[in-house]
């Protein structure tokens, strides 16, 4: 079982930044890959970014140049930095684990980030 605890959702204005966090616990093989995948009201849940247990990144179109995703070397916690938020930046941030050689990955509760206009 891996739990997943994210953290830092809130109410912010246009413009402004947020720094969401994610904390893998539990049996958590390698290689794997963490990231945060997001769903607005009436959408479908889409990626934002995720990176490899070897720090490799990959970045939905609509954040590029506007967040980034890290990772604490050998830990099993990743941030997401938003900066230049924008409205349609409204969603729950869900925290994802993946495992390309298996097993199947688990899912965060999710977080809400609302970003006034």
């Known amino acids: 079982q891996v739990q997943l605890v994210e953290s830092g959702g809130s109410l912010v204005q246009a413009g402004g930044s947020l720094r969401l966090s994610c904390a893998a616990s539990?049996?958590?093989?390698?290689?794997?890959?963490m990231g945060w995948y997001r769903q607005a009201p009436g959408k479908e849940r889409e990626l934002v970014a995720v990176?490899?247990?070897?720090?490799?990144?990959n970045y939905g179109e609509s954040v590029k140049g506007r967040f980034t995703i890290s990772r604490e070397k050998d830990k099993n916690t990743v941030y997401l930095q938003m900066n230049s938020l924008k409205p349609e930046d409204t969603a729950i941030y869900y925290c994802?684990?993946?495992?390309?050689?298996?097993?199947?990955?688990?899912w965060g509760q999710g977080t809400q980030v609302t970003v006034s206009s």
């Open positions: 990176i490899t247990s070897m720090g490799r990144t």
């Open positions: 539990g049996s958590i093989f390698r290689p794997n890959v």
């Open positions: 994802n684990i993946d495992y390309p050689l298996g097993p199947i990955g688990s």
